[in-house]
């Protein structure tokens, strides 16, 4: 009977018809198929997107028409439904039902589409959360302050993530408060009639404890005190999940391993002193990189890289760049001391030849840098510089002059700055909640001698606040003022302020907002007043959009805040994620483009705007 099944299976593909309501069993186990389409069909609460991220049986992509069609393992597939039964219910979806059915099409080769349908049913919802201590039961208190934090409260879905995650909440909020011992269990108990569930979390909290002696392991070429320097707690002081993590995060910085992990250890003679163990993996002291790319601005780029991270030792780096794009073209070489004079200092000094090819001049300028920077705290950096460069102004319009009047074309420039940046994001390349905050000014000549005259200020803040999961406010307000000063009649055309293009007013070109020259070049200004709202939001894990109102306005005299006459533009954006920053394609329209310009302006970039 199989075997007649099997032949008149044979008999409809050979006929170019097609077969429905087939199930993996009845396939010819003899023959190779070919996956040729997968649907999914009935889900409401998940999106395809993570289902399909979730199986192995994937079919060739749309856009990739030439690949040939990957083969249909029907073992492999089987266990995929499996796995989204078991993806349902771990989303708190224990009624869910999913099922398929195939469909059989001959064509150059045996082909297999897919159908997935998905009934998902109602969710278990979360009906109470108890919180217990069993060895400190004077401590509940505390632990009741954490309770509108939890991932699981009272009413939402019971979910694996969830259920989970409050878990690990419980034990790092008393590892904070130096109880590296804790240990917390958790039980559940789901009534599938009434789609409830009742939640405990027993907690066992242990002595207060102390970091006890730490020992590396994984060092070859790198000095072991290279890693234990970099510590930023010692023995005898109270225990730290966070002091942990500053540690491993000062290790990477380095780029001296590929990896570091902290082990706590077992003290038989003292249950509250922590033994620690950090394990490193070494990566290559010496990096070459090279990479070519395209930005809307700047057009092709490309860029070669060497870096020495161990440069005669001590976590000294040595960096050599070369970058050349229609807008710029420069050679860094840069030399960085971690613990300069202390453990929170570093310096750096920066020789940098380079040309600037911007909208209304041309600029070759040869700068040497040193600079200081000291942490102050975890948030708040803060660094004293001076530079001191040549340069040379060309490509200057006529008109340009006029409005500007008698300015330096060329010249030594000796300038000493200062600032602080205070920052408490998340993530540095796409922060979804915290602030940061930074300011720098800088005063050039004068006392300090030199062709140009000038004071120069400017200070940033940036909000981001979480709205709903997926779903983040991100505001921005920039202010800067420039000023010469009686040695001077001019801010130098290179050192002015510009609003529009890409990381600026959206829907503007690059310094098209603000003063223009009759020959519609830009001549920039003394003051400047920009901002941003964005609204962005994750739909998968890779793809992302943002709706923005962005604004700003330049102004020719110092110190004036253009409140009145600031410019506005919209526009929104798509997402997407990679291991170096959001790729961001945005479309901006200006509410009052200069004359001649585009009513649109595309920009593309790698990293969030802000």
Known sequence: MKRFHTLLLVLFVSWGSSVFALTVEDLDPNQEWKMKALTIEGNERVSGDALRAEMVTIPRSWYTPWRAHPQFDPVAFKTDVERLARFYRAQGYYDALVSYDLEVVQEAEPLVSVRIAITEGMPVQVTQVNLEITDQPELTPLLETLRPSLPLTTGSVF????????????????????????????????????????????????????????????TEKADPRLVTRELTYKPGDPFSATAVTESRKKLLALDLFSSVRFLPGESPADPGIIPMQVRVDEKPVR??????????????????????????????????????????????????????????????????????DEPGYLLNATRLQPRFERDFTRTLSGFFAYRLEYDQLSNVSPSTARVLREFQRKGVLSGLSAGFVWNTTDDPLNATKGKLVSFSAEQVGGSLGGDFNFLKMQGEARRYHLLAPRLVLAVRLKLGFADPDSHSDEVPLFERFYAGGINSVRGYGRHRLGPLSTSDDPIGGRSLLEGSFELRRQFTEKIGGTLFLDFGEVSLHSFDVPVDELEYATGFGVLYTTPIGPLLLALGFPFDPPRGDNPWEVHFSIGQFF
């Open 287 to 356: 990096e070459w990189q090279a990479g070519i790319g395209f930005g809307t601005e700047d057009l092709i780029r490309g860029q070669v890289r060497w870096r020495h991270n161990n440069w005669l030792g001590g976590g000294r780096r040595l960096d050599v760049q070369v970058k050349a794009s229609s807008l710029i073209r420069n050679i860094d070489v840069s030399f960085v001391q971690p613990h300069a004079l202390s453990p929170a200092n570093r310096f750096s000094l920066t020789f940098r030849p380079q040309q600037l």
């Open 159 to 218: 979910t694996e993530e969830r259920y989970q995650g409050t878990e690990n909440k419980i034990r790092e909020f008393f590892l904070e408060q130096r109880r590296d011992r804790v240990k917390v269990e958790r039980r559940a108990a789901v009534v599938l009639e009434q789609k409830s569930v009742q939640v405990w979390y027993t907690v066992e909290i242990g002595p207060p404890t102390v970091f006890g002696d730490t020992k590396v392991e994984g």
